[in-house]
């Protein structure tokens, strides 16, 4: 693919490129054509497609005019800039996508990065005001994110987690959902950049508190992203960030080891949630830990 720009790494904006050249092609219309079709700039679509610049929002809606299409590349800028996500979580994709290492407490529900889609379509389904579409829509963009576990380039962030034990208990939509739930969370458990803790016991904890996840790479303090009711806040603040980590890590020194956290996922499956329970629980309960303490 052409162009080489700051970019070209992000998973979403090569998509985006993809299908633009593809369709481009297909019309048979040069970069300037299509430009001038849809009424932007002569650069435009050039640095688009050279990864210099991402599109925005109204290069979308421009370029699906210009092709008679209805909200297919306005839909992709959208996502791209976190649109499907409340306000405050917006800013915060983005450092979750470029971060080397992810710190992830909840205590009420299984984090976005790892919930299925019909765990994830049955919690935002019982959000006010919304409707079954912008349902569908946020659940695409909390999938979405998940690429970010499985990508090769970068190499996906290393990921520890802790899960209040409630969260195994909570009903969210059925048992059918929470069994398929609870087998993603042994499967994740197997990658070996992927470490999943449980705070076993419903004791009162700091956690109960809020949830949070710390994002950090090479030569940043971090960032933190801080959940409740209002949607939350990210902040970079240092002394924060900080105290964030450190009620993350007296916490881990409470939480079951990797294996005895794995094994209370697959008996809550195989008990709690026990009718019909799915295939390959019992096995993954035997299957060899990932590297992860």
Known sequence: MPGS?????????????????????????????????????????????????????EHGEAIDGALGLTD?????????????????FRSFTEYEARATDLFIFEHSTVPGLFQTERYAMATLARHPNTNEDTVKERAAGRLARQRILTRDEPPPPRVWALLDESVLHRSVGDAEIMREQLARLLALSDLPHVTIQVLEGLEVHVGVLGAF??????????????????????????????????????????ALHTRASRDLIARMAEETWKERTPTGVRALTAAPMGGSA
């Open 72 to 88: 297919v590349f306005a839909g992709k800028a959208r996502a791209m800039r976190g649109e499907t996500f409340p306000p405050a």
């Open 5 to 57: 720009g700051p970019y070209g790494d992000d998973e979403m904006c090569r998509g985006f490129v993809e299908n633009l050249l593809r369709l481009r092609k297909a019309y048979g219309w040069t970069q300037e054509k299509l430009a001038a079709e849809a009424l932007l700039g002569k650069g435009v679509i050039a640095n688009i497609e050279a990864f210099h610049r991402p599109p925005l929002i």
């Open 213 to 254: 996840t710390i994002a950090e790479w090479p030569g940043h303090a971090g960032i933190v992203n801080l959940e409740h009711i209002a949607d939350g806040q990210v902040s970079d603040e240092s002394a924060k960030v900080e105290h964030v980590r450190l009620i993350f890590r007296a916490m881990q020194t409470e």
